[in-house]
């Protein structure tokens, strides 16, 4: 069965950094494409980031986030790592990590993870 773990959620300072854990259950982390999706308090769930598992391995940035996170997979750990560094308070939600079941990043993710609380502080 398709299972989605997260881990590293927490409370962290503006301009710190975090690492989010995405790790796979039924699947390797590296044979579709994942994204990291994120849903603040009042506000539409926003795709931050998704990596493909096409042969160029496209990264697609979502707009609220710029340069300031990045995306990476263990295969042998079989997990899924979102990067996120010089954080401010508009990062504050629930982050979810999910899969396409597909090579492509488009559509909706068949498959989501529990979810992870990050808020970031003044």
């Known amino acids: 069965q398709v299972q989605l773990v997260e881990s590293g959620g927490g409370l962290v300072q503006s301009g710190g950094s975090l690492r989010l854990s995405c790790t796979t259950s039924g699947f390797t982390v590296d044979r579709y494409a994942m994204g990291w999706f994120r849903q603040a308090p009042g506000k539409e769930r926003e795709r931050v980031l998704c990596i493909s598992s096409s042969g160029d391995g496209r990264i697609y940035y979502g707009d609220s986030v710029n340069d300031r996170f990045t995306v990476s997979r263990d295969r042998a750990k079989n997990t899924m790592y979102l990067q996120m560094n010089s954080m401010n308070p508009e990062d504050t939600a629930v982050y979810y990590c999910?899969?396409?079941?597909?090579?492509?990043?488009?559509?909706?993710?068949?498959?989501w993870g529990q979810g992870t609380q990050v808020t970031v502080s003044s």
């Open positions: 999910a899969t396409y079941q597909s090579y492509y990043c488009d559509g909706n993710p068949d498959y």
